[in-house]
């Protein structure tokens, strides 16, 4: 299966990355979605679209918190001060594991092996 996600449908349910960035993200979310439920998707639907969007959001908000931004900039002693991410990786990445969790299936989700 190539994508769960398009553009379009992103689009639809509110996403925030521009359409340059969506192919990568997209992938890599789906690479994230099929390891939280271990491959178990075998049609996409609304509800894998909508836990796309929210990881393919989730990352690009990662990919910008990497950045940091300047706090401070001293000219004279040339020193610059980063702040601290908002959230850190780990701490987008699980919300929006939680979400996902909410949203899907428990046959999908569950890391019971049956």
Partial sequence: MCNYLTFDQYQANGGKVDRSTFPVLEHLA?????????????????????AMTLIVDALAEVKEN????????????VSVN???PVRTESEVMSS??????EILPVELV????S
Avoid: H, M
């Fill in 96 to 101: 929006v594991y939680d979400q996902v969790v």
């Fill in 82 to 84: 980063l702040s601290k």
């Fill in 30 to 50: 789906r690479k994230k979605l099929d390891y939280w439920t271990q491959d178990r998707i075998t049609e996409p639907d609304c509800d894998i679209a909508l």
């Fill in 66 to 77: 990497q950045a940091g931004t300047a706090s401070s900039f001293s000219n004279d002693g």
């Fill in 110 to 113: 569950s890391v019971v092996i």
